[in-house]
């Protein structure tokens, strides 16, 4: 394909449909602090699309709007509004009865669904998402939401009873944590920011929210949601640039949880910056080089499909992607030419496009890292298998297949995170295998065969190795009751609709000898409903 076969893919401006039109740019010049929508008059950035436009000058990428960036004295402004909030755990959210936070996040989810089509838009239109995979995205956290609710329910239900043992009384319930600084990811920044968003507020916890570069303007619709929801200070958000506001928030030590979706070196560094960090809880979901291994005796078919989904689905910018193939040594020729001809049956295109599969990408350096991953790899004597593979205009990169890929390059270590499809041969499965124990990554992994024996063995080698083997089939998160981490560099603390819960919060025991006048006081307090914390309401 191409430079003038790419170009073509980006329409005029009267042939952008007209229900997917921004009616206007969205001018961000507020944010929310404290419980209220504080006006910013400062310094702003301005967001463009990965999606350009023809025009008598030629392509022009589109501005779809601009956010505040603010300066670390804001930022510190947010923090302390947030400490005010929880107020050492005796702050008004964090000593709220679970019902009452539970019909607040309902609350919360009623008006976060009135925003679905402003939300969908712009998640199309600032990191160039698929219509269809953009309203996916805000369903799929909705159905999140609700299922952590029934999940808080169930967890809540199992601690309002009593234990006696040993002549003690005790009742266990869960208690949060402090202040939430929660840093999601531009790939899926809805579902994977309130992945750790809604288990952290929900648990009682107050948050610090700080949007990803790519994926910013789309949480705007919401903060009036939030602010009307909860009590003042539970939600704070944080603009600008990562590493002018976050520092002086990690130094201050006030930070309880820190919550992210990114890249280990980051978290790392931020960790470092905390006084305590035995203090310091961390939940953190980072990189991933997930391996296919696709065996003598799989199903090519099956194997190709899967594979060129895992390794493809939104260009291939997902954690869970697989993002290096393993194929036997018998069967890599058959292989390749099956995938080529798959990527040469995708369709490329705008987001709004039916059917489309592969979208302008939102980071403006990725194409030319992708290509450089590209050029190094073919130096090094691999060579791009399928038609057209690494063409690139502007924030479009063709598919590239490449092969054969193997130590040394840069592909073959990295996470390059973009549709490039590096592809291995092995003839020893231990190939396979020592790849995955050498790397630092260890999140997941895809096994491709047919002969049970030879996946058990794989399963008993690799499940060590990964935090989830999938048979058959593609990485993925879901289904979210699943539990979602990793090992190694990949990830620290899970995350599921049940582990989150328990992430973001601690066990913590009210407990009394058993006598006669500690039962008195206790079933008073039981019969008055004195505590929200020591109870046997049952939430139904």
Known sequence: MSTLQLESLFPDAEQIPSEFLLSEPVEQREYLIGGAMKSWNGATQDVYSPIYHRTKNGLEQIRIGSYPVVDAANAMEALYAAVKAYDNGRGEWPTMSVADRLACMATFTEKMVQKRAEVVKLLMWEIGKSQADSEKEFDRTVQYIHDTMDELKRIDRESSKFSLQEGIIGQVRRSPLGVVLCMGPFNYPLNETYTMLIPAILMGNVVLFKPPKHGTLLHYPLLEAFRDSFPAGVVN?????????????????????????????????????????????????????????????????????????????????????????????????????????????????????????????????????????????????????????????????????????????????????????????FDDVEQPIQYLIDSQHGQQVSIFGSDPSEIAHLVDQLVNQVSRVNINAQCQRGPDVFPFTGRKDSAEGTLSVNDALRSFSIRTIVATKETAENKAIVNEILRDNESNFLSTRYIL
């Open 237 to 425: 958000t944080l603009y600008g640039r990562g590493n002018t506001v976050v520092p002086s928030l990690m130094q201050s030590g006030k930070i309880d949880v820190l919550s992210l979706i990114g890249s280990s070196r980051v978290a790392s560094d931020l960790k470092k910056l905390h006084p305590k960090t035995n203090r310091l809880r961390a939940i953190l979901g980072l990189d991933a080089k997930n391996a296919g291994i696709i065996l003598e005796n799989s199903d090519l078919d099956l194997a190709v499909k899967e594979s060129v989904l895992g390794s493809l689905s939104f260009n291939g910018q997902r954690c869970t992607a697989l993002k290096i193939l393993w194929v036997h040594k018998n069967r890599a020729e058959e292989f390749l030419g099956k995938f080529s001809d798959a990527i040469g049956k995708l369709k490329l295109g705008m987001p709004w496009e039916k059917g489309v599969n592969i979208t302008p990408l939102p980071e403006p350096n990725k194409p030319a890292y992708l290509v450089e991953c590209i050029e190094d790899a073919k130096l090094k004597g691999a060579s791009v298998i399928n038609p057209n593979g690494g063409e690139n205009h502007k924030s479009f990169v063709y598919p590239a297949l490449l092969y054969p890929v193997k130590d040394g390059m840069k592909i073959y270590r990295e996470e390059q995170f973009g549709p490039v499809i590096p592809v291995a041969v």
